[in-house]
Nanobody, 121 residues
Framework: VQLQASGGGMVQAGGSLRLSCANSGFLFDDYAIGWFRQAPGKDREFVAAISWRGISTNYSDFVKGRFAISRDNAKNTVYLQMMSLKPEDTAVYYC???????????????WGKGTLVTVSS
């Protein structure tokens, strides 16, 4: 079972990035996918989630209206489009797979390695 987040990098405030979460090793479309982030010295926090069919999405208040989550089950990939980025969005971003009802609590079955996003002011 492998999840791999990619697409991170350095961007100026107000810019955009698209993160990808690619899967191998399990039935991807059986699981909801969540994005989480952890900034230096802070706890991990929930960012966004998408149900296994992509019908339902959920966002934390601090990214609502700026980030958009989507999935392409044919490509075994979930995307996080991030717009209007702020310096406080700087963090390592992780994707994880599990039950949709458990995503906000971070109670996920599989976790991937993260990708670093740095937003400069």
């Amino acid at each position: 079972v492998q999840l791999q987040a990619s697409g991170g990098g350095m961007v100026q405030a107000g810019g955009s990035l698209r993160l990808s979460c690619a899967n191998s090793g399990f039935l991807f479309d059986d699981y909801a996918i969540g994005w989480f982030r952890q900034a230096p010295g802070k706890d991990r926090e929930f960012v966004a989630a998408i149900s296994w069919r992509g019908i339902s999405t959920n966002y934390s208040d601090f990214v609502k209206g700026r980030f958009a989550i989507s999935r392409d089950n044919a490509k075994n990939t979930v995307y996080l489009q991030m717009m209007s980025l702020k310096p406080e969005d700087t963090a390592v971003y992780y994707c994880a797979a599990g039950g949709y009802a458990n995503v906000r609590a971070g109670d996920m079955d599989y976790w991937g390695k993260g990708t670093l996003v740095t937003v400069s002011s």
